[in-house]
């Protein structure tokens, strides 16, 4: 009787500890269950895409955010090749690309263009990694980051350096071919003004003063390109300057002007020479669009 109450006393012994041990593993099970939901969320809510891809080039799992990168179905981007979802432009980058991390085995990174499910681009970084697990093939692991509007902004930028040195190289060439009219300017004024000047040549020195003051006008059209050259803006009368520019414009050629102003047109807020050269090039269009023989405009 004894041994049968020792037995019976032993089992319940035995049963106590296999239902503690029920309960650790279920509290186990359930910390698992809990990393691993923790761990679902990280992976396919994190800010950028992640994906598997063996050495073929094939993937092998994709996060959430990568498909929503994408505008593709995980569950369809898995068993796609990589090569698939790049912009043609970019195939030999990416292959180049995968045959450097299957060589040296060690992490790189590449930028390039990859194709949403509807065909649009997008500039991507590509952060790569390989993992080297015993008796399996090598797992790549890919980070995918949007760079668009980074992109962008660096081409805006370069766009923008560009465009500093023309403003430079304007400046310059205005300031140095000012210089060059003005030295012009003064022969022209002393031969003009010699005692004993030919009158025909007066007058041929006479048009040669106003295509010079056409050249100054170009020149400072250019220097306004430059940041450091600003309009030059007062109020001022416009039918006097209608009248000299379309008279400068139409010198040393056949066409005749006539010009209705009214008398009591406005005064406005202008740069003289920016309105002058509009107005010169109006009236060079319409002269040069007259027929031969010319008619009066």
Not at 65 to 93: C, I, P, R, Y
Request: glycine letters at 4%.
């Amino acid at each position: 009787m004894a041994d049968i109450d020792r037995l019976v006393h032993d089992l319940q012994v035995h049963q106590a500890e296999l239902e503690i041990q029920n309960e650790e593993l279920r509290a186990t099970e359930s910390q698992l269950q809990r990393l691993q939901e923790r761990y679902f969320d990280l992976y396919n809510r994190a800010p950028v895409g992640y994906l598997s891809l063996s050495p073929e080039g094939v993937i092998q799992e994709a996060n959430l955010t990568l498909s929503l990168l994408l505008n593709w179905q995980t569950e369809t981007l898995v068993g796609q090749t990589l090569t698939s979802l790049v912009a043609a432009e970019d195939q030999d980058k990416l292959y180049l690309h995968l045959k450097s991390l299957r060589q040296n085995l060690q992490a790189s990174s590449i930028v390039l263009r990859l194709k949403k499910q509807d065909g649009e681009p997008f500039w991507a970084r590509i952060d790569s990694s390989v993992v080297i697990m015993p008796a399996e093939p090598s797992v790549f692991r890919l980070m995918i980051s949007d760079i668009t509007k980074e992109r962008h902004m660096e081409q805006a930028l370069h766009l923008a350096e560009k465009l500093g040195f023309l403003e430079t190289l304007a400046g310059g060439i205005a300031h140095d071919f000012n210089n060059l009219l003005g030295g012009i300017f003064g022969y022209i004024s002393l031969a003009r003004d010699h005692d004993g000047a030919n009158p025909e040549v007066v007058r041929h020195l006479d048009k040669a003063i106003l295509v010079f003051e056409r050249a100054k006008n170009l020149t400072l059209q250019l220097s306004t390109f430059t940041k450091h050259n600003v309009p030059t803006i007062k109020t001022q009368e416009i039918g006097p300057l209608v009248e000299k520019a379309v008279a400068f414009a139409l010198s040393g050629t056949n066409t005749l002007s006539q010009i209705a102003i009214e008398k009591d047109l406005w005064s406005a807020c202008i740069d003289e020479n920016q309105i002058a050269q509009v107005l010169q090039n109006l009236t060079l269009n319409a002269s040069q669009a007259v027929p031969f023989p010319p008619e009066t405009t």
